[in-house]
Nanobody, 123 residues
């Protein structure tokens, strides 16, 4: 199955930007969406954004809508998450996964999680 590796996290000040990458290797599933989720200490993993394979459909959590943009480059087998106007509450480990269920917003409908990339936003 496909293996995913997240990268691009780091430490930024509030108002700054980061671009996360989710690189896939191995056999990919062209009919499935890719999602970004994040998990802060002591909290459950929550939905951030998702994109269909053809990029004709995207979805965002209300907390990031207007600030984050998800995109993909299938030629590079990579999904991106452009994060602008970052806030301290965006601090978390960000994961990407492949959607196998029907719900874009539900973590249990995803699998093939990467190791995550840590994002820290200082105030």
């Amino acid at each position: 199955q496909v293996q995913l590796v997240e990268s691009g996290g780091g430490l930024v000040q509030a108002g700054g930007s980061l671009r996360l990458s989710c690189a896939a290797s191995g056999r990919t599933f062209s009919s499935r969406a890719t999602g970004w989720f994040r998990q802060a200490p002591g909290k459950e993993r929550e939905f951030v954004a998702a994109i269909s394979w053809s990029a004709d459909n995207t979805d965002y959590a209300d907390s990031v809508k207007g600030r984050f943009t998800i995109s993909r480059d299938n030629a590079k087998n990579t999904v991106y998450l452009q994060m602008n106007s970052l806030k301290p509450e965006d601090t978390a480990v960000y994961y990407c996964g492949i959607q196998y269920g029907s719900r874009w917003y539900e973590r249990t409908d995803y699998a093939n999680w990467g190791q995550g990339t840590r994002v820290t936003v200082s105030s």
